[in-house]
């Protein structure tokens, strides 16, 4: 981590806060997992029929130039779902194109801005039943520099801003949310 840039962008309470976070990552398990890579074809192919249906049959196979990014900025501001209540200032929110993974293995997207002092799994309020709540329940994902790979995010306490501050998660990012797969190890 670049810890000068950090501190120079964040208070010092935020930086002490995220200096003492990464600390205690270092010193667990989660880390390593933070940081793996991972390919899962069938969340792959999911991503993929949801991409393409709400393409409308336009093939993109180039980077999105820097306009298309802006107005798909503003498109996420403006259909966005939140509590603006609790966040009544734009440049506060974090705002996240959230796909949800159902059970059946199909996905759904919807735009969601939360605080940015808000930790990474308060998603769930807007974004999952009722009943499916908890963190643990669920897996959280994000995109990796390849297409077809995801790296998790262990640590769903930490907030927004830290974890952008980390690189873990961008606002105007996606962010995959699944039920987590369990596995017997017997």
Not at 2 to 24: C, D, F, M, P, Y
Not at 55 to 63: F, V
Not at 163 to 169: F, H, K, M, P, V
């Amino acid at each position: 981590l670049k810890w000068n840039e950090t501190i120079g962008t964040a208070s010092a309470r935020q930086a002490t806060r995220l200096q003492e976070h990464v600390e205690n990552l270092h010193n667990k398990d989660e880390f390593s997992d933070e940081n793996m890579e991972f390919e899962d074809k069938s969340l792959k192919s999911a991503i993929q029929k949801m991409d393409g249906a709400n393409d409308k049959g336009k093939k993109n196979t180039k980077k999105p130039s820097s306009a298309a990014l802006k107005v798909k900025q503003m498109k996420m501001k403006s259909k966005a779902k939140g509590d603006a209540k609790r966040t009544p200032k734009i440049e506060d929110r974090f705002f996240l194109d959230v796909v949800t993974v159902l059970e059946d293995g199909l996905a759904t997207f919807e735009y969601y801005f939360l605080s940015k002092q808000d930790p990474i799994h308060r998603i769930l309020q807007y974004a999952a039943k009722p009943t499916d709540s908890s963190a643990e329940a669920f897996d959280f994902l994000v995109p990796a520099e390849a297409d077809e790979r995801y790296r998790r995010i262990a640590t769903t306490s930490m907030t927004l801003q830290e974890a952008e501050d980390l690189g873990i998660l961008k606002s105007f990012g996606r962010l995959i949310i699944r039920p987590r797969i369990v596995t017997n190890s017997q």
